[in-house]
């Protein structure tokens, strides 16, 4: 990613071999761009209506069919005199090239400063600059101004001819008639500077398509919506980088690891024949990219709940977005091992869920009635002795009030 930074792409080549203890026949090569070779025309025999465009061979509709790359970068120092730099010619089946586009068909791609590059050197001329002159200013100094050429009035350098006057720390010079101190203040560092320069980096930052605050980390000149409104902008470019790195990198890249770690045995839940029937199936993975923390807790908490009361998202979305790379798979085990823990140490957390609590029946109302009998009351007492055989024991009371 530094490189596609950089100078715009980069090339990975996919080597059908193994290197050290790794079983399965699937090796990557970093190949930086410079590689490229971009000044030959013709390198060597092609195919009839393909033609070759800054070191990438395409066919009459630009789709690249392979790459001429150099077996040595440019700028490497030769172990021998006679060393000599040959060309070899990459199939684009075996290359995994790294670039955004800005329009079709391009071949190769531009770095992502290119729009600011000016701007970049005209700031670090002008600092370079100001940081002489301030060098310059830092160094007081005075000159000795007189009204006639009088040469027995001032102190003469033997060595130089020039007329030099030390001044020293509390000590008052008498000058000659008709001669003046003048002294001269120094104007820097400039107050002008901070201004310029925040003003130079608004300017980069639009050219490259992040906010003032994200490429200079200075907040000193936002309040918190517009900074917030900044973020969630670069946040959104970010989502699109991250796509784009995966459908440019990492879901072909597995697709080609996984059929080479199956067809050579090194995974052993797949069997080849399952492979062979459905290997669409086996290769179709969910990236899950890094997400970003809350901005204000107290108001994305609620308003996220609310969206997932009403619909409008789901606890997955939620978690994607500010999960920093996990998902609901992940929370869920997550939650379910801590709660077993905090269960066996016995301890009681916000989300612990208390024992149900079994409702108690009212109290029946007393009888109206005339008062009972002895007889009467015994008869009741065994009826309801009767009841309590024939039911199954329950928590709930029962109460019954004598007349």
Known sequence: MAQVFDVGEVLVRMH????????????????????????????????????????????????????????????????????????????????????????????????????????????????????????????????????????????????????????????????????????????????ALDPFLRYMLREVAAGVGVSYESLSRDYSQSNYSSSRLALLDDRDLWRVLQQWWARSFRQPLHEQWLQAAVLSRAVASIQVEQYALDAERFAAVTWKFRGWQWVDPAKEVNAYKEAVKAGFMTVSKVITLTGGGDDIEDVIAERKRELAMFEEAEIDVDTTVPEPVEPVEPVAAAATAAPATGQEDDQADEEDDADAEDQPPARVVKMRANA
């Open 16 to 191: 059908r071999q193994p290197f050290g203890a790794s079983k399965i026949p699937l090796s990557l090569e970093v190949i930086e761009a410079e590689r490229l070779a971009d000044e030959f025309t013709h390198p060597g025999p092609i195919t009839a209506k393909n033609e070759i465009r800054l070191g990438v061979e395409v066919d009459k509709f630009g789709r690249p069919l392979a790459y001429w790359i150099r077996t040595r970068h440019p700028g490497e120092l030769r172990g021998a005199i006679d060393a000599s730099v040959t060309l070899e010619r990459v199939p684009a089946s075996e290359i995994l090239h790294l670039r955004t586009l800005d329009r079709w068909p391009m071949t190769r791609g531009e770095p992502w400063l290119h729009s600011v590059a000016s701007k970049l050197d005209d700031m670090d001329e002008y600092s370079a600059n100001e940081l002489t002159a301030a060098r310059m200013g830092a160094n007081f100094f005075a000159t000795l101004e007189t009204d006639a050429d009088d040469s027995l009035s001032a102190t003469t350098d033997a060595a130089t001819g020039q007329r030099e006057l030390n001044i020293e720390p509390g000590v008052i010079e008498g000058l000659s008639p008709g001669e003046s101190l003048k002294f001269h203040t120094p104007n820097r560092p400039n107050t």
